[in-house]
């Protein structure tokens, strides 16, 4: 079964600076897609971004870009010029590309960003 | 174009009762997933349907049950409850199974069993 580890549980940034979110996988497939959600308080989950593992090219969404590190199995996400409304609960996420099986999205334990004015 | 919608927003039930919640999703999407998030064990996959079909399954008691209607509407079904089915309960949608499609997520059902 694959797992995913968020080592931060809370970070904190000052506001118009940058901050990078850490998460790493473990999976024995090659195919596959990572995602970075952010649950701010209302507890809608919205996706941040989006990689897939055969892209080599990492993804970018404006002030949001990934560190995608195939080898080592690390998916980290950079936030840039943060923005007050960027604060929320940060979940990596893995979903295997093979259908048919049980997993859905894996998710990671969270990462709890906190943005100082 | 509608988010995924789901309904009650907020529910609280006794032990032993059971619980129906229900999903809509984005307009043209026909596959849902449902997950359960708790403080404990994070967010979880329940179940995936695809045209009325059940598709995965996570690893969940049989008292935890689902269905998808022909307008890919989604029931999700939990019998007998338990203390520990307080939860945020969170459906997502996209166009195909989701194996290779991005899932967007409604704002959730939140259970608390008395």
């Known amino acids: 079964a694959q797992t995913v580890t968020q080592s931060q549980p809370e970070m904190s940034v000052q506001e118009a600076e940058t901050v990078t979110l850490s998460c790493t996988y473990d999976?024995?497939?090659?195919?596959?897609?990572l995602f970075w959600y952010k649950q701010p308080p209302s507890r809608q989950m919205i996706l941040v971004i989006r990689q897939e593992a055969y892209k080599q090219q990492n993804a970018t969404e404006n002030r949001f870009s990934v560190n995608f590190q195939k080898a080592a199995k690390s998916f980290s996400l950079k936030i840039s010029d943060s923005q007050l409304g960027d604060a929320a609960m940060y979940f990596c996420a893995y979903r295997s590309a093979l259908g048919g099986g049980a997993d859905g999205l894996t998710f990671g334990k969270g990462t709890h960003l906190i943005i100082q004015p | 174009k509608a988010g995924v919608t789901q309904t009650p927003r907020y529910l609280i039930k006794t032990r032993g009762q059971q619980v129906t919640l229900s999903c809509s999703p984005i307009s043209g999407h026909r596959s849902v997933s449902w997950y359960q998030q708790t403080p404990g064990q994070g967010l979880q996959f329940l179940f995936e349907y695809f045209s009325e079909t059940q598709r995965n399954k996570g690893n969940f008691p049989g008292r935890f049950s689902g269905r998808q209607f022909s307008n890919s509407r989604s029931e999700m079904n939990v019998s007998t409850l338990e203390l520990g089915d307080s939860a945020l309960y969170l459906c997502a949608s996209s166009h195909e199974p989701a194996t290779r499609e991005t899932q967007y997520f409604g704002p959730g059902t939140r259970l608390l069993v008395l």
């Open positions: 999976t024995s497939e090659s195919d596959y897609y």
